[in-house]
Protein backbone atom coordinates (compact mmCIF):
# COMPACT_ATOMS: atom_id res chain seq x y z
CA UNK A 1 0.00 0.00 0.00
CA UNK A 2 1.17 3.24 -1.01
CA UNK A 3 0.79 6.75 0.97
CA UNK A 4 0.71 9.54 -0.20
CA UNK A 5 3.22 13.13 0.27
CA UNK A 6 1.84 15.24 2.83
CA UNK A 7 1.62 18.95 3.44
CA UNK A 8 4.39 19.80 5.97
CA UNK A 9 2.34 20.52 8.89
CA UNK A 10 0.64 17.69 8.87
CA UNK A 11 3.35 15.67 7.85
CA UNK A 12 5.50 16.71 11.19
CA UNK A 13 2.69 15.95 13.08
CA UNK A 14 2.28 12.50 11.82
CA UNK A 15 6.12 11.48 12.64
CA UNK A 16 5.87 13.02 15.86
CA UNK A 17 2.72 11.06 16.54
CA UNK A 18 3.96 7.65 15.60
CA UNK A 19 7.18 8.52 17.16
CA UNK A 20 5.39 8.86 20.52
CA UNK A 21 3.31 5.29 19.59
CA UNK A 22 6.91 3.72 19.75
CA UNK A 23 7.41 5.52 23.26
CA UNK A 24 10.08 7.92 21.40
CA UNK A 25 9.81 11.99 21.30
CA UNK A 26 11.24 13.77 18.30
CA UNK A 27 11.96 17.36 17.49
CA UNK A 28 10.72 19.38 15.06
CA UNK A 29 14.17 19.97 13.19
CA UNK A 30 14.70 16.13 13.29
CA UNK A 31 11.39 15.39 11.90
CA UNK A 32 12.22 17.55 8.85
CA UNK A 33 15.27 16.18 8.53
CA UNK A 34 13.99 12.27 8.26
CA UNK A 35 11.51 13.68 5.77
CA UNK A 36 14.19 15.48 3.76
CA UNK A 37 16.43 12.12 3.72
CA UNK A 38 13.28 9.72 3.43
CA UNK A 39 11.26 11.90 0.25
CA UNK A 40 8.56 12.71 1.92
CA UNK A 41 6.54 9.45 1.49
CA UNK A 42 5.17 8.40 4.38
CA UNK A 43 5.01 4.51 3.30
CA UNK A 44 8.85 5.07 3.45
CA UNK A 45 8.95 7.07 6.52
CA UNK A 46 6.59 4.57 8.55
CA UNK A 47 9.34 1.89 7.92
CA UNK A 48 12.14 4.37 8.63
CA UNK A 49 10.31 5.53 12.10
CA UNK A 50 10.40 1.89 13.30
CA UNK A 51 13.70 1.26 12.65
CA UNK A 52 14.97 4.57 14.07
CA UNK A 53 12.94 3.92 17.11
CA UNK A 54 14.02 0.31 17.80
CA UNK A 55 17.33 1.88 17.54
CA UNK A 56 17.50 4.57 19.75
CA UNK A 57 18.57 4.26 23.32
CA UNK A 58 17.10 7.22 24.98
CA UNK A 59 13.52 8.92 25.14
CA UNK A 60 14.13 11.27 22.22
CA UNK A 61 15.67 10.50 18.93
CA UNK A 62 18.95 12.54 18.07
CA UNK A 63 20.18 13.09 14.16
CA UNK A 64 22.74 10.59 15.00
CA UNK A 65 20.23 7.70 15.35
CA UNK A 66 18.75 8.85 12.45
CA UNK A 67 21.54 8.70 10.11
CA UNK A 68 22.65 5.33 11.59
CA UNK A 69 19.72 3.02 10.39
CA UNK A 70 17.99 5.57 7.69
CA UNK A 71 19.43 5.08 4.21
CA UNK A 72 18.86 8.76 2.95
CA UNK A 73 17.24 8.59 -0.84
CA UNK A 74 20.03 10.01 -4.02
CA UNK A 75 18.13 13.50 -4.02
CA UNK A 76 19.20 14.38 -0.14
CA UNK A 77 22.87 12.57 -0.72
CA UNK A 78 23.66 14.97 -3.43
CA UNK A 79 22.16 17.86 -1.63
CA UNK A 80 25.17 16.66 1.61
CA UNK A 81 27.68 16.56 -1.47
CA UNK A 82 26.93 19.88 -2.48
CA UNK A 83 26.89 20.97 1.32
CA UNK A 84 30.02 19.58 2.31
CA UNK A 85 31.38 20.99 -0.93
CA UNK A 86 30.13 24.46 0.38
CA UNK A 87 31.86 23.99 3.23
CA UNK A 88 34.65 23.36 1.28
CA UNK A 89 34.80 19.81 3.11
CA UNK A 90 36.20 17.95 0.33
CA UNK A 91 37.24 14.61 1.95
CA UNK A 92 33.63 14.84 3.10
CA UNK A 93 32.04 15.84 -0.32
CA UNK A 94 34.80 12.67 -2.06
CA UNK A 95 33.31 9.92 0.35
CA UNK A 96 29.71 10.43 -0.27
CA UNK A 97 30.59 9.77 -3.93
CA UNK A 98 32.41 7.35 -3.02
CA UNK A 99 29.76 5.61 -1.28
CA UNK A 100 26.78 6.27 -3.94
CA UNK A 101 29.08 4.47 -6.45
CA UNK A 102 29.44 1.56 -4.20
CA UNK A 103 25.91 1.37 -3.82
CA UNK A 104 25.52 0.91 -7.59
CA UNK A 105 23.70 4.16 -8.32
CA UNK A 106 23.68 4.66 -11.61
CA UNK A 107 26.78 7.50 -12.72
CA UNK A 108 24.31 9.48 -15.15
CA UNK A 109 21.63 10.06 -12.17
CA UNK A 110 24.22 10.60 -9.53
CA UNK A 111 25.35 13.41 -12.39
CA UNK A 112 21.54 14.85 -12.32
CA UNK A 113 21.12 14.77 -8.79
CA UNK A 114 24.16 17.04 -8.50
CA UNK A 115 23.36 19.48 -11.59
CA UNK A 116 20.07 19.92 -10.23
CA UNK A 117 21.32 20.82 -6.15
CA UNK A 118 23.97 23.41 -7.94
CA UNK A 119 21.00 24.47 -10.16
CA UNK A 120 18.98 25.02 -7.21
CA UNK A 121 22.12 26.66 -5.05
CA UNK A 122 22.29 29.40 -8.00
CA UNK A 123 18.73 29.76 -7.56
CA UNK A 124 19.00 30.60 -3.67
CA UNK A 125 21.28 33.10 -4.50
CA UNK A 126 20.07 35.14 -6.85
CA UNK A 127 17.06 35.63 -4.62
CA UNK A 128 19.58 36.21 -1.47
CA UNK A 129 20.89 38.75 -4.53
CA UNK A 130 17.78 39.99 -5.35
CA UNK A 131 16.32 39.95 -1.60
CA UNK A 132 13.57 37.53 -2.37
CA UNK A 133 12.27 35.24 -0.13
CA UNK A 134 11.90 31.44 0.31
CA UNK A 135 8.46 31.36 -1.10
CA UNK A 136 10.59 33.04 -4.75
CA UNK A 137 12.65 30.06 -4.49
CA UNK A 138 10.17 27.19 -3.57
CA UNK A 139 8.27 28.57 -6.67
CA UNK A 140 11.13 28.84 -8.85
CA UNK A 141 12.64 25.16 -8.28
CA UNK A 142 9.45 23.52 -7.67
CA UNK A 143 10.61 22.57 -3.77
CA UNK A 144 7.87 20.73 -2.02
CA UNK A 145 9.01 21.88 1.27
CA UNK A 146 9.48 25.31 3.30
CA UNK A 147 12.46 23.71 5.20
CA UNK A 148 14.28 22.84 1.99
CA UNK A 149 14.64 26.29 0.59
CA UNK A 150 15.59 27.87 4.03
CA UNK A 151 18.78 24.93 3.97
CA UNK A 152 19.27 25.77 -0.17
CA UNK A 153 19.35 29.63 0.93
CA UNK A 154 21.23 28.73 4.31
CA UNK A 155 24.16 26.62 1.88
CA UNK A 156 23.86 29.56 -0.76
CA UNK A 157 24.97 32.19 1.71
CA UNK A 158 28.35 30.62 1.94
CA UNK A 159 28.76 31.13 -1.43
CA UNK A 160 29.36 34.24 -3.75
CA UNK A 161 26.97 34.28 -7.02
CA UNK A 162 29.71 33.78 -9.14
CA UNK A 163 31.02 30.93 -7.38
CA UNK A 164 27.65 29.11 -7.85
CA UNK A 165 27.65 30.27 -11.55
CA UNK A 166 30.52 28.27 -12.36
CA UNK A 167 29.81 25.29 -9.77
CA UNK A 168 26.63 24.97 -12.85
CA UNK A 169 29.00 25.24 -15.71
CA UNK A 170 31.60 23.01 -14.51
CA UNK A 171 28.62 20.21 -14.14
CA UNK A 172 27.53 21.19 -17.12
CA UNK A 173 30.12 20.35 -18.89
CA UNK A 174 30.87 17.07 -16.81
CA UNK A 175 27.38 15.71 -17.95
CA UNK A 176 28.38 16.24 -21.12
CA UNK A 177 31.67 14.45 -20.80
CA UNK A 178 29.96 11.83 -19.54
CA UNK A 179 27.82 10.77 -22.10
CA UNK A 180 30.67 9.65 -24.43
CA UNK A 181 32.70 8.32 -21.67
CA UNK A 182 34.16 5.01 -21.14
CA UNK A 183 34.61 5.48 -17.37
CA UNK A 184 31.87 7.61 -15.77
CA UNK A 185 32.70 6.59 -12.36
CA UNK A 186 36.39 8.64 -13.27
CA UNK A 187 34.27 11.88 -14.45
CA UNK A 188 32.54 12.18 -11.42
CA UNK A 189 35.61 11.66 -9.23
CA UNK A 190 36.94 14.29 -11.35
CA UNK A 191 34.23 16.59 -10.68
CA UNK A 192 34.74 16.68 -6.82
CA UNK A 193 38.41 17.63 -7.39
CA UNK A 194 37.25 20.36 -10.15
CA UNK A 195 34.82 22.18 -7.45
CA UNK A 196 37.59 21.67 -4.88
CA UNK A 197 40.45 23.07 -6.73
CA UNK A 198 38.82 25.50 -9.47
CA UNK A 199 37.49 28.09 -6.20
CA UNK A 200 34.00 27.04 -7.68
CA UNK A 201 32.11 26.33 -4.59
Same mark, same amino acid.
Given at each position: ???? *??????????????????????????????I??????M????R?????????????????D??? *? *?????????????D???????????????????????????????????????????????????????????I???????????????????????? *??????????????????????????????????
Open positions: MEFS *VQEQGSLIKWIKRHFMDAGKNISTIDAEYMLITGGFSALHEIEKVAAYSQFDTVSRAIDA *V *VIPILDTAAYKLTALSRREYAAAMRILDELLQMREAPHKLMFSISLKMRQLLAARICIENKLGKETLIDMCGRYEFQARSLIETARRMTLARCRQA *VLICAQTAFDLNSSSEPEARLTELIARLAHSEAI
